[in-house]
């Protein structure tokens, strides 16, 4: 499968953004879907995930109640809603799939393809 993300800008910190991540191949409604970030200078690091079905999600502490993201298996889109951005929200962030569907908390390692990434800026 290929992933491009999109939908990466400037922000204003307590702004939003949404960021969608095109797919295609036959097989993007059996995989978990992803999103990672990297901020200049550190690691890449989880930020939200979803199942193949949709049917659950899990997001990294220091997004929970401010992202969401979101997934329609027909169009092959994967969506990252993101509200009161924050200046230490600021990174490239990438979509990513799983052929593996046993548990939503990803590891980069674990993911078996990416998008190229989308800068988010948020400014204080």
């Known amino acids: 499968v290929q992933l491009q993300a999109s939908g990466g800008g400037l922000a204003q910190a307590g702004g939003s953004l949404r960021l969608s991540c095109a797919a295609s191949?036959?097989?993007?409604?059996?995989?978990?879907m992803a999103w990672f970030r990297q901020a200049p200078g550190k690691e890449r690091e989880f930020v939200a995930s979803i199942s193949w079905s949709a049917g659950s999600t899990y997001y990294a502490e220091s997004v929970k109640g401010r992202f969401t993201i979101s997934r329609d298996n027909l169009q092959k889109m994967v969506y990252l809603q993101m509200i009161s951005l924050k200046p230490e929200d600021t990174a490239v962030y990438y979509c990513a799939a799983d052929r593996s569907t046993l548990g939503l908390l990803k590891s980069t390692r674990g993911m078996d393809f990416w998008g190229k990434g989308t800068l988010v800026t948020v400014s204080s």
């Open positions: 191949g036959r097989s993007f409604s059996s995989y978990d």
